[in-house]
């Protein structure tokens, strides 16, 4: 097969699967669905690494730096982000036997 | 001389595979995110994925040819880990949606940016031949999503920041739609002209990055800052997906199917957005709506009068309570609420009281907005219900407080036919047996639509900044 025909049936196929897996996520996990597609979407940063060896002239290599760049803080960023915010998400409590390794709350008093 | 194993780990075959195993990871990780015990675990998976991706890019045979191009990408991570980490560890909780826009604008950036090396070195040898020929059409494809992605981006930052007004700012009429049409017709006929084998990079400049960036601008300055959830989501598919345009002009397995999955996600987002305000995608994006200024002035028009009360009244009507429902809105962000609310449901549920959250799907400024802020302010998120979840409970609900959140309780969007917003999902907080509005003033929602509930006999109204607002209902019922 034509490697044009291989590559699109890998999008068409990527697309089914990206419907399937992101169909399932609650709404409450909407936000850090968000940045974390924002850092999957970085990358595009591997098709500045591809294309470095290979520029001419500063113009050239001064659109990849950027390129590069703006990749390289949506992954950075977008997983570290998310990260971040999955941290906060937290499920009720047992009263009845609490979690050992829970930090004490500084707030549970007032 | 390189070591035979170092020859291996070069080969063609060797780093398909690591691209394989990355998508593979990715796809797993992305999945984690159905529930918020895996989702750590899986957005965790996902970065390792892509760390995959990128070394075993890095590990291609010429990659380090010339020490440039090995302080060309350093200095490119560099940059881009300088602006991200801080970014990452400092941005709180109620700016995440402009967080959001600025990253979906870099990607599609990117793009454009790898669009426009791609398309100087397309002609680099004379003429387009077959493989330029395609590379072309794909990159231009992402040349085009791309600026549209980056700067459509840009303008949506500027009005969740309030750098730019929230209003819709638009042509009159439908100039404005006939002008985006040009735009398009003219970036896609510049498209055609070079595929066609014209070569001009002013063309590509012009007609293909400049018309898209005005595109870009013009689609989202008519839309008004309550429909954002909607624009950040399709403006991160359309990042997603000229990002998979892109892995297909370099015929990059892991950038397809990393670029498909992000350009999935957004659809699915722009749906439900756009059905959660019972509004098609494309009304959304012919924009105007809301900001019609003269609402306030039509409202006291019609002589009704609204119920004010006291932070000590209110404190009295929630501790007598036997379930007490929080309905938050974008209000509760701006005013940094989301603590003072937090402390209030503990007070409340100390006096025995049961509290949930009714949380709109369109409330605030993006998808799962309110989620992360209360998350934020350690609410367990068993406490937030879904709207569909807590629409029956209204009725055996005694009180509902509701902060900083307008249209999506408008109890015309279920009974005004002429209303604009008849129709639209609401959180029904009128069947409530008592209703206690935070507000700030008596002006309208971003829609600019007047309010029913407002002048319910049951309602009442507690006038102030609603993080000090609630912080004294907290202090008065602890009082008690």
Known sequence: MDSLVIDIAVLVLAGFVGFAVISKVPNTLHTPLMSGTNAIHGIVVLGGLLLMSEAHGVLEQILLVIAVAFGTINVVGGFLVTDRMLGMFKSKPEPAKPEPDEPPDPEAGA | ?480
């Open chain 2, 1 to 480: 001389m390189p070591l035979a194993g170092t020859v291996f780990l070069q080969t063609t075959n060797f780093i398909d595979a690591c691209y394989i195993v990355a998508f593979g990871l990715m796809i797993y990780g992305m999945s984690g995110l159905t529930g918020p015990r895996t989702a750590v675990r899986g957005n965790q998976t996902a970065a390792v994925g892509m760390a995959v991706a990128v070394i075993a890019t890095l590990l291609r045979k010429g990659e380090f040819h010339g020490s440039a191009t090995v302080w060309l990408i350093l200095a490119g991570v560099v940059i881009g880990t300088a602006i991200g980490v801080p970014a990452a560890r400092n941005v709180r909780m109620t700016a995440m949606p402009q967080m959001v826009a600025l990253f979906n604008g870099v990607g599609g950036g990117a793009v454009a940016l790898i669009a426009w090396v791609e398309y100087r070195h397309a002609f680099a040898h004379g003429g387009l031949n077959q493989w330029a020929l395609r590379v072309m059409i794909f990159e231009l494809f992402g040349a085009i999503v791309g600026s549209i992605s980056f700067w459509g981006s840009g303008i949506a930052f500027g009005k969740l920041q309030e750098i730019i007004p929230g209003r819709p700012i638009k042509l009159p009429g439908r100039a404005q739609s006939l002008l985006n049409l040009a735009l398009l017709v003219i970036a896609l006929g510049s498209a055609v002209v070079l595929c066609a084998g014209t070569h001009s990079q002013l063309l590509f400049i012009v007609g293909i990055l400049v018309v898209s960036a005005l595109l870009g601008n013009m689609l989202v300055l008519p839309i008004g800052g309550a429909d954002m959830p909607v624009v950040i989501s399709l403006l991160n598919a359309f990042t997603g997906l000229s990002a998979a345009a892109t892995g297909v002009a370099l015929s990059n397995p892991v950038m397809i199917v990393a670029g498909m999955i992000v350009g999935a996600s957004g659809t699915i987002l722009t749906d439900q957005m756009a059905k959660a305000m019972n509004r098609s995608v494309p009304a959304i994006i012919a924009g105007g709506f809301g900001g019609a200024v003269a609402a306030p002035a039509a409202a006291s028009a019609t002589g009704q009068t609204v119920r004010a009360t006291s932070a000590a009244d209110v404190a009295i009507q929630l501790s007598y309570a036997r379930q007490v429902v929080v309905a938050p809105g974008y209000g509760m962000a701006v005013a940094q609420a989301q603590h003072a609310v937090r402390e209030l449901e503990r007070a409340l549920e100390a006096k025995g009281v049961e509290v949930k959250y009714a949380i709109h799907p369109v409330a605030g400024r993006m998808p799962g907005h309110m989620n992360v802020l209360l998350a934020e302010a350690d609410v367990p998120y068993d406490l937030l219900r879904e709207m569909d979840d807590i629409n029956p409970e209204f009725s055996r609900t005694d009180v509902t407080l509701v902060i900083g959140a307008n249209d999506v309780t408008n109890p015309a969007a279920k009974n005004e036919p002429g209303s604009p917003i008849y129709g639209m999902p609401i959180l029904e907080v009128d069947r409530s047996a008592a209703v206690i509005v935070l507000k700030r003033s008596m002006a309208s929602g971003f829609a600019g639509i007047d309010n029913p509930l407002f002048y319910d006999p049951k309602t009442s109204l507690l006038f102030g900044d609603a993080k000090a607002s609630v912080s004294e209902i907290t202090a008065e019922v602890q009082a008690l």
